[in-house]
């Protein structure tokens, strides 16, 4: 790519910061500095969500979902989305590109990480540690929590002291109190859901309506999908959104410093946006890729890229279900999806297991009769159809649920996202490509957590159980490709997002993950944006920029 | 793209090769109905055909080959290329259950909303049952160098 010296001779474009991504981590860094009075552009390669498209209250849902709404930009396609080559990855990406970023498609689970995930190099002697602790971080969880309208209980076990969220918790279901029965007779942990749900009507968003289809778009407006949550109050602010804006480099200066980016518009127009500022919040396979094309002279391996370390260290947390059926009727098709219940009982390092580090464990509900069957799919077709597979679903029908563990994912230098090298967006632009390899720990470790799901399931009166050893289709969160750290030498970023290599370059979205923790990343993502973002305007007098 | 169909979506060929697979799939019970009988079986196949392109050339390439076979049982299908057979159940799957009479017949009320404000009482959390879990106390191994 080049460098666009050309970029240096366009008039400035009058703006204090540019932003790429309009997900959590772009939003959040976008409306911050925009209230301490930044001009501020966001742009975004997606379009403005449309509830009207959301498959949610659609009678071919299943359907719509399997294809033109799938979470896999694979096998949805459309016109906002990249490919991307995951033939070699054991996991497939999940992610939305447009206004809210993926938590259009999110389940809102809304877990923070928990101290020692910080800690991994000084407890459990792998991985690194973080530049920063929970307990620096606590403070913009809860400001994030307060600007959501995020519902839970307080006093969770498995946490530190601190502020409850701001709104009560969503009802856990007939499923959560039979799991929490089940979890008490076997002495483990567990919590009510923390969800960046509304569990009561804030402005003009409604409380949860219990539809279960959060991962199909909110109908309600109820989830914190990132578009009805917390743009409104950035554009309130001033910041200026482009949608349909495909970014293809950021451009430097000849001292090194970020300038701005090149874009392309839907008609396939090319235009630069200056900046003096540039914060990237692309997710952790859009980031690498984006610094990975933005080569010059000075950053011949990528932008920000002296330590190598871009594009290598891919978490993407394994995952493995147990389904279990009862014969009572629970009523599992009501919401909220993600984790009614919930647990960290298994979160921490216990290597008489085998392996290190844990598993965060949730409970989800079966929306339907459908998704039933689907859960089964591992059996025989003859088992799961004809007399036999319609009885299963009259039997089990809303009297089914699933038991979750999300595998803390370590890093591994080898896990990487690169630039194919025929693979090409329909810009033309190099597609980023996956090699992502499960190491045996995080086998041995899903082997264990599913075998104690299965006893809890049993312990809770489950009368059938089955297993869904490791699932291809859930690398929805994406991780570590520009991790943040103290030493420039083995990070990308410091504990504030900003590039060790290019001090006016701001990292702020899931690639800064030092280790993967076991819980789901967007809360951390979003306290880690409004941390950076708040650090960033406050030390505006030492920060370089181009003249 | 959601818009029922009232007249068939299929070649004459396809739609004898999908009932074959809709009574092989969804024969009926006791207590949910045949599928080929339910009165909107047509009209919702064109609405789940309509829904998935990918999943209803799979369905068609398979209603092909079922309409071909003398007889369509377990056995002929399993000699079909399998991934394909999985794209066209899948789409039938999702069809039989769109179905209000089948709906009717399992109990499911299907997805719509239910304000958490009305949330039953059996529904929610209690002192009772979290009270073992705060007994035990925390469970977080603390930021070293820090108390708890
Ligand atoms: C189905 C699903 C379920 C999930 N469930 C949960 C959950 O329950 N809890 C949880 O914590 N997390 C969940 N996640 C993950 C969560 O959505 C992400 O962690 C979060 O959205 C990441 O925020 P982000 O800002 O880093 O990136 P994203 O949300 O991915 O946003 C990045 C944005 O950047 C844009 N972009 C990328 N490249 C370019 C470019 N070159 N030019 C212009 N724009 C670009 C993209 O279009 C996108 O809009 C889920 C994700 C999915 C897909």
């Known amino acids: 790519m080049s460098n666009s010296a050309s970029a240096r001779h366009q008039a400035p474009d009058d703006l204090d910061a540019l932003v790429i991504g309009a997900g959590p981590s772009g939003v959040v860094a976008a409306r911050v500095m925009a209230e301490s009075g930044y001009r501020v552009r966001v742009l975004e390669q997606g379009d403005w969500p449309n509830v009207a498209d959301y498959p949610s209250t659609k009678l071919e849902r299943e359907l719509i979902q399997a294809g033109p709404w799938n979470p896999n930009p694979n096998v949805r396609r459309g016109p906002s989305d990249y490919p991307v080559n995951d033939s070699d990855s054991d996991i497939h990406t999940?992610?939305?590109?447009?206004?809210?970023?993926?938590?259009?498609?999110?389940?809102?689970?809304?877990?923070?990480?928990?101290?020692?995930?910080?800690?991994?190099?000084?407890?459990?002697?792998?991985?690194?540690?973080?530049?920063?602790?929970?307990?620096?971080?606590?403070?913009y969880y809860e400001m994030i929590d307060e600007m959501l309208g995020v519902s839970g209980l307080g006093g969770n076990t498995a946490y530190p002291p601190g502020a409850a969220p701001p709104q009560p918790a969503l009802p856990i279901g007939r499923i959560g109190r039979i799991a929490a029965r089940g979890m008490n007779k076997l002495g483990y942990q567990w919590w009510p859901?923390?969800?960046?749900?509304?569990?009561?009507?804030?402005?003009?968003?409604?409380?949860?309506?219990?539809?279960?289809?959060?991962?199909?778009?909110?109908?309600?407006?109820?989830?914190?999908?990132?578009?009805?949550?917390?743009?409104?109050?950035?554009?309130?602010?001033?910041?200026?959104?482009?949608?349909?804006?495909?970014?293809?480099?950021?451009?430097?200066?000849?001292?090194?410093?970020?300038?701005?980016?090149?874009?392309?518009?839907?008609?396939?127009?090319?235009?630069?946006?200056?900046?003096?500022?540039?914060?990237?919040?692309?997710?952790?396979?859009?980031?690498?890729?984006?610094?990975?094309?933005?080569?010059?002279?000075?950053?011949?391996?990528?932008?920000?890229n002296s330590s190598g370390y871009v594009g290598h260290n891919l978490m993407m947390h394994p995952t493995a279900t147990v389904l279990g059926c009862y014969e009572d009727d629970l009523q599992s098709w009501l919401g909220p999806i993600g984790q009614p219940i919930w647990s960290m009982q298994f979160a921490e390092t216990d290597t008489t297991r085998g392996f290190r580090r844990g598993s965060k464990w949730t409970i989800a509900g079966i929306p339907g009769p459908a998704e039933l069957i689907q859960r089964i799919y591992s059996l025989p077709l003859s088992e799961r159809s004809g007399m036999t597979g319609q009885e299963f679903a009259e039997r089990f029908t809303g009297r089914a649920f699933e038991w979750v563990a999300q595998i803390e994912d370590l890093p591994e230098f080898d896990n990487t996202v690169t630039l194919d090298p025929d693979l090409v967006d329909s810009d033309g632009i190099p597609a980023p490509k996956l090699r992502y390899k499960m190491s045996e720990e995080s086998a041995r470790a899903l082997d264990w957590h599913i075998d104690r799901l299965t006893e809890v399931h049993l312990e809770s009166g489950a009368v059938?159980?089955?297993?869904v050893d490791y699932m291809p289709e859930v690398g929805w969160h994406l991780l570590g490709t520009a991790r943040c750290g103290d030493d420039p030498a083995t990070s990308v970023v410091n504990g504030y997002g900003q590039s060790h290599d290019v001090p006016n370059l701001y990292i702020f979205d899931g690639s800064v993950f030092a280790t993967s923790s076991a819980v789901n990343p967007t809360s951390t993502i979003a306290a880690f944006a409004l941390r950076g973002a708040e650090h960033l305007v406050e030390n505006a007098a030492e920060q370089r920029i181009p003249l | 793209m959601t818009t029922p169909l009232t007249t068939s979506p299929f070649t004459d060929q396809e739609r004898s090769g999908a009932d074959r697979l809709a009574d092989l799939w969804f024969p009926g019970t006791?207590?949910?109905?045949?599928?080929?009988?339910?009165?909107?079986?047509?009209?919702?196949?064109?609405?789940?055909?309509?829904?998935?392109?990918?999943?209803?050339?799979?369905?068609?390439?398979?209603?092909?080959?079922?309409?071909?076979?003398?007889?369509?049982?377990?056995?002929?299908?399993?000699?079909?290329?399998?991934?394909?057979?999985?794209?066209?159940?899948?789409?039938?799957?999702?069809?039989?259950?769109?179905?209000?009479?089948?709906?009717?017949?399992?109990g499911y009320p299907g997805q719509d909303r239910v304000p958490v404000a009305n949330a039953d009482p059996d529904q929610l959390v209690t002192d009772e049952l979290l009270a073992p879990v705060i007994a035990r106390g925390a469970t977080y191994v603390p930021t070293p160098g820090r108390d708890r």
């Open chain 1, 94 to 139: 999940f992610m939305f590109n447009g206004v809210g970023g993926s938590t259009v498609m999110f389940g809102a689970e809304w877990p923070r990480m928990i101290p020692s995930d910080f800690r991994v190099k000084s407890l459990d002697g792998v991985a690194g540690d973080w530049p920063l602790t929970y307990e620096d971080l606590q403070p």
């Open chain 1, 193 to 304: 859901g923390t969800h960046a749900i509304l569990s009561q009507a804030d402005g003009s968003r409604p409380a949860c309506s219990r539809w279960a289809t959060c991962v199909a778009g909110c109908p309600e407006g109820a989830k914190s999908s990132f578009d009805v949550s917390m743009w409104p109050a950035a554009l309130a602010a001033g910041v200026q959104l482009t949608t349909g804006a495909r970014v293809r480099e950021i451009t430097v200066s000849q001292q090194g410093l970020a300038t701005g980016a090149t874009w392309i518009d839907r008609d396939g127009a090319e235009h630069h946006t200056s900046a003096p500022l540039v914060v990237v919040c692309a997710n952790g396979v859009g980031t690498p890729r984006l610094l990975q094309l933005s080569t010059s002279s000075r950053f011949p391996d990528g932008l920000a």
């Open chain 1, 464 to 467: 059938f159980t089955h297993r």
């Open chain 2, 30 to 106: 006791a207590r949910s109905p045949r599928m080929t009988e339910l009165p909107d079986y047509v009209p919702l196949l064109g609405r789940g055909l309509a829904a998935n392109d990918e999943l209803a050339s799979a369905f068609r390439e398979i209603a092909v080959l079922a309409s071909q076979a003398p007889e369509v049982t377990v056995e002929t299908v399993a000699t079909w290329p399998q991934d394909v057979v999985e794209g066209a159940f899948m789409l039938l799957l999702c069809t039989y259950y769109m179905s209000r009479d089948v709906r009717t017949a399992i």
